[in-house]
């Protein structure tokens, strides 16, 4: 069973702080992707990464940084200089081989989330 | 095209009766997944499609629920004599088979049984 463990609840800086979700997820699976969404107030999940699991090389898009650690397991997420339009519910999810029929391949294991909210 | 439409939006319903909710995905997307979400909860799968084929039934899913994709266009979902327990928010998501993009959800379809 494929297992998404998001530890902070909540979440709370001022604007321009930088802050770090972390998620850490459990699998048997040798090929599996790593997920973040947001959930604005709006409810609408929005789809912000993808990587497998043979890409550790961590990835910039522009204030938003994911560190993917496979020995550890965790797949974080950082925003430099907050800013309050980034308020919201961030979910790490994960999921198997996309391209094959196993079980964990269609979907995907979300964790609960992690609310963060910008203070200006 | 305009995304994933889920209809409708709200649905209040006494408990007992039948629901039925309709999602619309993108036209190229080939898998279409159904998930509920509660408060303060990640989204839970429930099951998907991949075209017509539904391929995989959660197993927390009861008797009451089923879903379709005829033509593997869009799907419904209905519940059939509604516990108050399934009052919640029905995410439908589709994607491309790789998924390279993740999932693209609808806006929810947010049930209340009373």
């Known amino acids: 069973a494929q297992k998404v463990t998001q530890a902070q609840t909540e979440i709370s800086v001022v604007e321009k702080e930088d802050v770090t979700l972390d998620c850490v997820y459990e699998?048997?699976?040798?090929?599996?992707?790593l997920f973040w969404y947001k959930q604005p107030p709006s409810g609408e999940l929005v789809f912000l990464i993808r990587?497998?699991?043979?890409?550790?090389q961590n990835e910039i898009s522009g204030r938003y940084s994911w560190n993917f650690q496979k020995s550890t397991s965790s797949f974080n997420f950082t925003i430099t200089a907050s800013q309050v339009v980034d308020s919201a519910v961030y979910f790490c999810?994960?999921?198997?081989?996309?391209?094959?029929?196993?079980?964990?391949?269609?979907?995907?294991?979300f964790g609960d989330g992690t609310t963060l909210t910008v203070k200006p | 095209d305009t995304g994933v439409s889920q209809d409708p939006r709200h649905k209040i319903t006494k408990r007992g009766q039948n629901v039925t909710f309709r999602c619309d995905p993108i036209?190229?997307?080939?898998?279409l997944y159904w998930y509920r979400q509660t408060l303060g909860q990640g989204p839970e799968f429930l099951t998907y499609?991949?075209?017509?084929?539904?391929?995989?039934k959660s197993r927390l899913l009861s008797d009451r629920f089923s879903a379709e994709r005829p033509k593997g266009s869009f799907s419904t979902l209905e519940i059939q004599r509604t516990e108050q327990g399934d009052s919640a928010m029905y995410l439908c998501?589709?994607?491309?088979?790789?998924?390279?993009?993740?999932?693209?959800f609808g806006s929810g379809t947010r049930l209340t049984v009373v």
């Open positions: 998501a589709s994607s491309d088979r790789q998924g390279a993009y993740g999932y693209t």
């Open positions: 699998t048997r699976d040798t090929t599996y992707y």
């Open positions: 990587r497998n699991s043979f890409d550790e």
């Open positions: 999810a994960l999921s198997g081989d996309l391209g094959s029929y196993n079980t964990n391949a269609g979907k995907s294991t």
């Open positions: 036209s190229e997307h080939n898998r």
């Open positions: 499609f991949q075209n017509e084929a539904q391929l995989e």
